[in-house]
């Protein structure tokens, strides 16, 4: 009968183990206490090019960069002490010289009797790992510097509508920060109806794929941080990242492209008004002076005393009022062309303020002009209308008393000039229509002053706008360019 060896357990154990040592994919390496190698798996010849032979009875330090001399100086230390070092991202350098990215695992060897003799090293090979992990932060990184460089506001939400990136674009149109909204709910940004239904359009689109904006776009309604709405176009996009679902809205704010449409639509308006009044202007205007004349006439004939005098006088003034209205409606719908010139500002209000003062109704009004600008390039003429539009206004206020205030300052290439009146100001809900043609608050008025300077001021280049401070008064404030290669006198 033969014999059979007989069976081992710590023999059976030393093999197993030394299999899964050999077979593994990550370099496994024993040392002693000095650092020199004392087993090499094949896992490690993989990794790093060296054959056992050429490495076991050697200082580990070959497998160290230049720069990581005092790492493995630390390592020794640590594997001494019976430290465990787990999970360690650092380099190595392979047997052709590249760098292999590495995770380690040092722990202690210890003999019978408890005292450190070694340790073991596991390597793991992260390269891998580390170029995707570099592909992703560059990605990202482009991501990030994309969507911070657009001019358009893009946020981006989760399948439940919670906001996960809100660009600096996103941050000045709705005037929330980042941080602020990421994690809420999108319909912040949202006022009613639309806060309260997008949940709810939102998981029917999950259900069912029914889409109202997702791929399409449309224009809708915007709420900032303080309330105010304004219109946007929003166009939304879906992609699945990780296997969830995200949607990307890209909003532009359509504030300035309707404002445009809106004074398009005004500048056609008045280019069918100007047609209207060049027609009144040929088949009412001469008729009317051959009326005048007729009826002056008449009214010369006639006892200077009698009533029919009288009519007549006042047939002529209605007709002198009639003149003066299509005068004015020329005007603001076919204002002339500006013939630039230097002009000295402070001396056309001045002249335009003794204009102010031969009108009866105005003649308790004292005009104050303080302050001195450069000559600004302009049509004396057409500021004269502009300057006595707003004189008279000012008169009309203060009910022919009281004075008005005319301020004249410069800064850089620009002349400011505001008139300001001891009146009770406007109220908002007229002062958003003052410049509306043919709007007025006056018993007699046409409602084309204001809107006819505005007009000839930004004929010029510059800009008109009206201010009502607390306290009282109407400020209405000229900007105009100033003539180039003048500076500001000395006061």
């Given at each position: 009968?033969?014999?059979?060896?007989?069976?081992?357990?710590?023999?059976?154990?030393?093999?197993?183990?030394?299999?899964?040592?050999?077979?593994?994919?990550?370099?496994?390496?024993?040392?002693?206490?000095?650092?020199?190698?004392?087993?090499?798996?094949?896992?490690?010849?993989?990794?790093?090019?060296?054959?056992?032979?050429?490495?076991?009875?050697?200082?580990?330090?070959?497998?160290?960069?230049?720069?990581?001399?005092?790492?493995?100086?630390?390592?020794?230390?640590?594997?001494?002490?019976?430290?465990?070092?787990?999970?360690?991202?650092?380099?190595?350098?392979?047997?052709?010289?590249?760098?292999?990215?590495?995770?380690?695992?040092?722990?202690?060897?210890?003999?019978?009797?408890?005292?450190?003799?070694?340790?073991?090293?596991?390597?793991?090979?992260?390269?891998?790992?580390?170029?995707?992990?570099?592909?992703?932060?560059?990605?990202?990184?482009?991501?990030?510097?994309?969507?911070?460089?657009?001019?358009?506001?893009?946020?981006?939400?989760?399948?439940?509508?919670?906001?996960?990136?809100?660009?600096?674009?996103?941050?000045?149109?709705?005037?929330?920060?980042?941080?602020?909204?990421?994690?809420?709910?999108?319909?912040?940004?949202?006022?009613?109806?639309?806060?309260?239904?997008?949940?709810?359009?939102?998981?029917?689109?999950?259900?069912?794929?029914?889409?109202?904006?997702?791929?399409?776009?449309?224009?809708?309604?915007?709420?900032?941080?303080?309330?105010?709405?304004f219109p946007v176009q929003l166009a939304v996009g879906e992609m699945t990242v990780d296997g969830e679902r995200k949607f990307t809205g890209i909003i532009y704010d359509l504030r300035a492209r309707m404002a445009m449409e809106e004074r398009l639509r005004e500048q056609t308006?008045?280019?069918?008004?100007?047609?209207?009044?060049?027609?009144?202007?040929?088949?009412?205007?001469?008729?009317?002076?051959?009326?005048?004349?007729?009826?002056?006439?008449?009214?010369?004939?006639?006892?200077?005393?009698?009533?029919?005098?009288?009519?007549?006088?006042?047939?002529?003034?209605?007709?002198?009022?009639?003149?003066?209205?299509?005068?004015?409606?020329?005007?603001?719908?076919?204002?002339?062309?500006?013939?630039?010139?230097?002009?000295?500002?402070?001396?056309?209000?001045?002249?335009?303020?003794?204009?102010?003062?031969?009108?009866?109704?105005?003649?308790?009004?004292?005009?104050?002009?303080?302050?001195?600008?450069?000559?600004?390039?302009?049509?004396?003429?057409?500021?004269?209308?502009?300057?006595?539009?707003?004189?008279?206004?000012?008169?009309?206020?203060?009910?022919?008393?009281g004075p008005i205030r005319v301020s004249i300052t410069s800064a850089d290439d620009w002349c400011q000039i505001a008139f300001s009146d001891p009146g009770p100001g406007i109220p908002s809900e007229i002062l958003d229509k003052v410049f509306t043609p043919f709007f007025t608050?006056?018993?007699?008025?046409?409602?084309?002053?204001?809107?006819?300077?505005?007009?000839?001021?930004?004929?010029?280049?510059?800009?008109?706008?009206?201010?009502?401070?607390?306290?009282?008064?109407?400020?209405?404030?000229?900007?105009?360019?100033?003539?180039?290669?003048?500076?500001?006198?000395?006061?």
């Amino acid at each position: 009968m033969t014999d059979r060896p007989s069976f081992d357990p710590t023999d059976e154990v030393v093999r197993i183990l030394a299999s899964i040592v050999e077979s593994s994919a990550d370099a496994i390496i024993s040392m002693d206490l000095s650092g020199i190698v004392v087993t090499w798996n094949r896992g490690a010849e993989r990794m790093f090019g060296y054959a056992a032979g050429e490495v076991v009875g050697r200082s580990l330090e070959f497998l160290f960069p230049e720069h990581l001399e005092t790492e493995r100086e630390t390592i020794l230390a640590r594997m001494r002490s019976g430290d465990r070092i787990l999970g360690l991202e650092t380099v190595r350098r392979a047997k052709d010289g590249h760098l292999v990215d590495v995770s380690l695992t040092v722990s202690a060897i210890r003999d019978a009797g408890g005292h450190v003799v070694g340790a073991s090293t596991i390597a793991r090979d992260i390269t891998d790992q580390k170029r995707t992990e570099h592909a992703l932060r560059t990605s990202e990184a482009r991501w990030r510097a994309v969507i911070d460089c657009a001019v358009d506001a893009i946020v981006v939400i989760d399948a439940h509508g919670r906001i996960e990136a809100f660009n600096p674009a996103a941050e000045r149109l709705f005037g929330f920060a980042e941080g602020e909204v990421v994690g809420s709910n999108v319909n912040v940004l949202m006022p009613s109806p639309y806060h309260e239904e997008h949940d709810g359009y939102l998981s029917r689109y999950l259900a069912t794929g029914d889409r109202r904006i997702i791929g399409i776009g449309r224009e809708v309604t915007a709420r900032h941080r303080d309330g105010a709405t304004f219109p946007v176009q929003l166009a939304v996009g879906e992609m699945t990242v990780d296997g969830e679902r995200k949607f990307t809205g890209i909003i532009y704010d359509l504030r300035a492209r309707m404002a445009m449409e809106e004074r398009l639509r005004e500048q056609t308006a008045m280019a069918r008004l100007g047609e209207m009044a060049a027609v009144v202007a040929h088949e009412i205007k001469n008729p009317l002076a051959g009326i005048r004349g007729a009826v002056q006439v008449i009214g010369g004939r006639l006892p200077a005393k009698s009533p029919d005098a009288a009519v007549a006088k006042e047939i002529v003034a209605r007709i002198d009022g009639l003149n003066e209205l299509m005068k004015d409606l020329l005007l603001f719908a076919r204002p002339p062309k500006p013939r630039l010139a230097p002009v000295d500002l402070t001396g056309l209000i001045a002249a335009t303020a003794n204009l102010l003062g031969e009108d009866p109704s105005a003649r308790g009004v004292q005009v104050e002009v303080v302050g001195t600008a450069p000559l600004a390039m302009a049509d004396a003429e057409l500021l004269k209308i502009v300057f006595l539009n707003l004189l008279m206004n000012g008169a009309h206020v203060a009910r022919g008393r009281g004075p008005i205030r005319v301020s004249i300052t410069s800064a850089d290439d620009w002349c400011q000039i505001a008139f300001s009146d001891p009146g009770p100001g406007i109220p908002s809900e007229i002062l958003d229509k003052v410049f509306t043609p043919f709007f007025t608050t006056k018993s007699r008025g046409t409602g084309l002053g204001l809107p006819t300077a505005k007009q000839l001021v930004e004929a010029h280049g510059g800009t008109m706008r009206i201010e009502c401070p607390p306290g009282g008064g109407t400020t209405v404030i000229v900007q105009l360019p100033v003539h180039p290669g003048q500076v500001t006198p000395e006061v």
